[in-house]
């Protein structure tokens, strides 16, 4: 098993910046891809971001996220880092973290673990 803990969510105003973490325990991180998937209200699911579980560590983004938002991991603190710039208002959603052994099935927004989720709005 492996428990996944969001924080770093708020109230910010468009064009702000702010940084989602995600604290792993109960299993190695480093054995597992690790993404973010958001949801917005009344909307479906969204594939983010998501950093591959291999050295060099591949990272791969969704459009919407593409040059703004930066994924990380720090396998010697069990946490991985969603940076997010330039936010606008449809960046509002609650950002879930999820982990699983392979980094497609976080792609595809069927990972084995998932965190409660932290809520980010972006006022206009």
């Known amino acids: 098993q492996v428990q996944l803990v969001e924080s770093g969510g708020g109230l910010v105003q468009t064009g702000d910046s702010l940084r989602l973490s995600c604290a792993a325990s109960g299993r190695t991180l480093s054995n597992y891809a690790i993404g973010w998937i958001r949801q917005a209200p009344g909307q479906g699911r969204e594939f983010v971001a998501v950093v591959s579980r291999r050295s060099g560590y591949s990272s791969y983004y969704a459009d919407s996220a593409k040059g703004r938002f930066t994924i990380s991991r720090d396998n010697t603190q069990n946490t991985v880092y969603l940076e997010m710039s330039g936010l606008k208002p449809d960046d509002t959603a609650t950002y879930y973290c999820?982990?699983?052994?392979?980094?497609?099935?976080?792609?595809?927004?069927?990972?084995?673990?998932w965190g409660k989720g932290t809520q980010v709005t972006v006022s206009s």
């Open positions: 999820t982990a699983d052994e392979t980094l497609n099935n976080i792609v595809i927004m069927t990972p084995a673990y």
